[in-house]
Nanobody, 125 residues
């Protein structure tokens, strides 16, 4: 099992940037892919981005392509989500998750085994 702790959320103005961090423990980092999801009040959880075990492949949801970048540092057992050009509609609680499946195009919640508690991102207009 992987224990995941997100940090880096906060309040930012539209057009600003934030970097979220997902610190992992409990399992070697090269044995799982990482995904980021978000959930706004009253809405379903939405896929944001995913990255392969090695970090060589990544995938993004349509609403964040070109603005967000997912990365990972396996030596530090940490993943990141760099968010630029933030919009009010990006406001949500952001979760990182670990998937033991092979691949990187892991866009469904059921494909993930372990989840963090989330970090709140609020973008003001």
């Amino acid at each position: 099992q992987v224990q995941l702790v997100e940090s880096g959320g906060g309040l930012v103005q539209a057009g600003g940037s934030l970097r979220l961090t997902c610190a992992a423990s409990g399992r070697a980092s090269t044995t799982y892919a990482v995904g980021w999801f978000r959930q706004a009040p009253g809405k379903e959880r939405e896929f944001v981005a995913s990255i392969s075990r090695s970090g060589g492949y990544s995938n993004y949801g349509d609403s964040v392509k070109g603005r967000f970048t997912i990365s990972r540092d396996n030596a530090k057992n940490t993943a990141y989500l760099q968010m630029n050009s933030l919009k009010p509609e990006d406001t949500a609680k952001y979760y990182c998750a670990a998937s033991y499946a092979f691949g990187w195009n892991l866009v469904q919640e059921y494909q993930y085994n372990d989840w963090g508690q989330g970090t709140q991102v609020t973008v003001s207009s």
